[in-house]
Nanobody, 114 residues
Framework: QVQLVESGGGLVQAGGSLRLSCAIS????????MRWHRQAPGKQRELVAT???????NYADSVKGRFTISRDNARNTVYLQMNSLKPEDTGVYYC????????WGQGTQVTVSA
């Protein structure tokens, strides 16, 4: 059973930074891509950042230039460095991995105060 465990969320003031971690119970190279999503209260879940097995990276327009996705292959961990945080970044952040079947973590809460 593949498990994804997110950590690193918290409460931060606008302009601050947080680094989220997603630890995976198997090799990250088992998956075509690793992704971070977020879900704000009352809104649909949205894709924030993707890193493929080949290392190709994409970001949502709303986070470009502020967020950085990276991975540590040896630790089977994917990170999301979030800088210049805004109140609209508030939400539950989920790590996702998969091929035909998608695995999800339990989520970590990020709250950005104005």
């Amino acid at each position: 059973q593949v498990q994804l465990v997110e950590s690193g969320g918290g409460l931060v003031q606008a302009g601050g930074s947080l680094r989220l971690s997603c630890a995976i119970s198997t090799s990250i190279f088992s998956f075509n891509a690793m992704r971070w999503h977020r879900q704000a209260p009352g809104k649909q879940r949205e894709l924030v950042a993707t890193i493929t097995r080949e290392g190709i990276i994409n970001y949502a327009d709303s986070v470009k230039g502020r967020f950085t996705i990276s991975r540590d292959n040896a630790r089977n961990t994917v990170y999301l460095q979030m800088n210049s945080l805004k109140p609209e970044d508030t939400g539950v952040y989920y790590c996702n991995a998969g091929n035909s079947y998608q695995y999800w973590g339990q989520g970590t809460q990020v709250t950005v105060s104005a």
